[in-house]
């Protein structure tokens, strides 16, 4: 199975996490993809180039955009190193360029991601040696081309890594705290809560400012990789300079202007900084209002209906007493937050969301990091009729 730089259009995979499938699927269907088909973690689709460096610059809940070039059976690692010699590598770099393998692998017959990569490399480097008497160079940090292996039980599908990088490394994070939520994550829990720039949005827990961010970029359609400094594609053998640039300018005509207010705020000075930073570092801050404020202390600061969007702590890295932490959460929801629709992450998904003392009326399984979570949405109503069922 071979992939053609020159194609017109071309198989393509963008990579999530998990719970988010179908929202990342809605995306490319939205900016045009075509053959959008949902895996695990994954979403296939096709496009051209254009398109690939569109997916790059402007998807919120890709981790990465993956072109397959080959794949082939594999039992063992001779099969490995056998059909990796076959493959025809100059065509997509030489020896004077550095390169890196990521493997991922769900094989009986295979079970260290590490020795697969290591001797996908040794296949390589043997390649271009027979072939022209040097051997490219391995840079695991800073690669020139980076490659993905993935076997799945007995196929083995080689791909192109067009972003480099994870793309949830958007470049604004200057400052952290003690528990920052992932940028595709924070995307992607936007994007579920129905938040599409029309509503006021709320972040009453906001740490270090992401999930605001994201909604600010949401809310104005701004591309969320549009500052990024470099991507995987930029140092292809087909990599079309002009072409780029004149995506990257039609994105940049696409940004609006939402007049709805987005507004967070953190008990803790350290996290107001940290979040202002950042916020400042992603030219937001015309978009995003922070003040210091405790939640639990808080009344809802705006008029008409509003997404109330946090990550609260899960007890995990940062120490709570669960079941009074919650229940204090569902106290000020009642109290001081009515016309509302609440969501929150929490991996506490037992006593956590027990002692909100609150019906959900909506349940969503996700993973932050390796901890299983869900995403639980609360409606709140004004008046007598607070809480709806």
């Given at each position: 199975?071979y992939?053609?730089?020159?194609?017109?259009?071309f198989?393509m995979?963008?990579?999530?996490l998990?719970?988010?499938e179908?929202?990342l699927a809605?995306?490319l269907?939205?900016?045009?993809?075509?053959?959008?088909?949902?895996g695990?973690?994954?979403v296939k689709?096709?496009?051209?180039?254009?398109?690939m460096?569109?997916?790059n610059?402007?998807?919120?809940?890709a981790?990465?955009i993956?072109?397959?070039?080959?794949?082939?059976k594999?039992?063992?690692?001779?099969?490995?190193?056998?059909?990796?010699?076959?493959?025809?590598?100059?065509?997509y770099?030489?020896?004077?360029k550095?390169?890196?393998?990521?493997?991922?692998?769900?094989?009986?017959?295979?079970?260290?991601?590490?020795?697969?990569?290591?001797?996908s490399?040794?296949?390589?480097?043997?390649?271009?040696r027979?072939?022209?008497?040097?051997?490219?160079?391995?840079?695991i940090?800073?690669?020139d081309?980076?490659?993905n292996?993935?076997?799945?039980k007995d196929?083995c599908t080689v791909?192109l890594?067009?972003s480099?990088e994870?793309l949830?490394?958007r470049?604004y994070?200057?400052?952290?705290?003690?528990?920052?939520i992932?940028e595709?994550?924070a995307?992607?829990l936007?994007?579920?809560?129905?938040?599409?720039?029309?509503?006021h949005?709320?972040?009453?827990?906001?740490g270090?400012?992401?999930?605001?961010?994201?909604?600010a970029m949401?809310?104005?359609?701004?591309p969320?990789n549009?500052n990024r400094?470099?991507?995987?594609?930029e140092k292809?053998?087909?990599?079309?300079?002009e072409?780029?640039?004149?995506?990257?300018q039609?994105l940049?005509n696409?940004?609006r202007?939402?007049d709805?207010?987005i507004i967070?705020?953190d008990?803790?000075?350290?996290?107001?900084?940290?979040?202002?930073?950042n916020?400042?570092?992603?030219?937001l801050?015309e978009?995003?209002?922070?003040?210091k404020?405790?939640f639990?202390?808080?009344e809802?600061?705006i008029?008409?209906?509003?997404?109330l969007?946090?990550?609260?702590?899960?007890?995990?890295r940062i120490?709570v007493?669960?079941p009074?932490?919650y229940?204090?959460i569902?106290?000020t929801l009642?109290?001081?937050?009515?016309?509302?629709?609440a969501?929150f992450?929490t991996?506490d998904f037992d006593?956590?969301?027990k002692?909100v003392?609150?019906?959900t009326s909506?349940?969503i399984?996700l993973?932050?990091?390796?901890l299983?979570?869900?995403f639980?949405?609360y409606?709140?109503?004004?008046?007598t009729?607070?809480?709806?069922?």
């Amino acid at each position: 199975m071979y992939f053609c730089l020159m194609e017109e259009n071309f198989n393509m995979l963008a990579k999530t996490l998990f719970g988010f499938e179908s929202v990342l699927a809605r995306e490319l269907r939205n900016m045009g993809a075509q053959q959008v088909r949902e895996g695990i973690r994954s979403v296939k689709f096709k496009g051209d180039k254009g398109f690939m460096y569109k997916a790059n610059l402007a998807l919120r809940t890709a981790i990465k955009i993956l072109v397959p070039i080959h794949s082939f059976k594999v039992n063992d690692e001779h099969d490995l190193y056998k059909n990796l010699q076959k493959i025809h590598w100059e065509e997509y770099f030489n020896e004077k360029k550095s390169f890196a393998i990521n493997s991922v692998i769900n094989s009986d017959n295979f079970t260290n991601s590490h020795y697969v990569s290591l001797k996908s490399k040794d296949a390589i480097v043997d390649y271009f040696r027979s072939k022209t008497g040097n051997r490219p160079n391995i840079d695991i940090k800073h690669p020139d081309i980076l490659f993905n292996i993935h076997i799945q039980k007995d196929i083995c599908t080689v791909s192109l890594d067009s972003s480099g990088e994870s793309l949830h490394k958007r470049g604004y994070k200057s400052d952290t705290n003690i528990a920052p939520i992932n940028e595709v994550l924070a995307a992607g829990l936007v994007l579920l809560s129905g938040y599409d720039g029309t509503q006021h949005f709320i972040d009453p827990m906001c740490g270090s400012g992401t999930i605001l961010i994201e909604a600010a970029m949401i809310a104005n359609n701004i591309p969320v990789n549009i500052n990024r400094l470099e991507f995987g594609f930029e140092k292809w053998n087909d990599f079309d300079e002009e072409l780029f640039e004149l995506i990257h300018q039609s994105l940049l005509n696409k940004i609006r202007n939402s007049d709805k207010k987005i507004i967070g705020y953190d008990k803790a000075p350290s996290a107001i900084r940290k979040a202002q930073n950042n916020v400042s570092n992603a030219s937001l801050e015309e978009f995003i209002k922070i003040e210091k404020q405790d939640f639990f202390q808080s009344e809802k600061p705006i008029d008409g209906h509003a997404i109330l969007l946090f990550n609260p702590p899960y007890g995990e890295r940062i120490s709570v007493d669960i079941p009074v932490f919650y229940g204090r959460i569902g106290d000020t929801l009642k109290q001081s937050y009515t016309d509302t629709s609440a969501w929150f992450i929490t991996s506490d998904f037992d006593t956590g969301i027990k002692s909100v003392g609150l019906r959900t009326s909506k349940k969503i399984k996700l993973f932050n990091g390796n901890l299983e979570c869900r995403f639980v949405k609360y409606e709140m109503y004004g008046g007598t009729r607070k809480v709806r069922n």
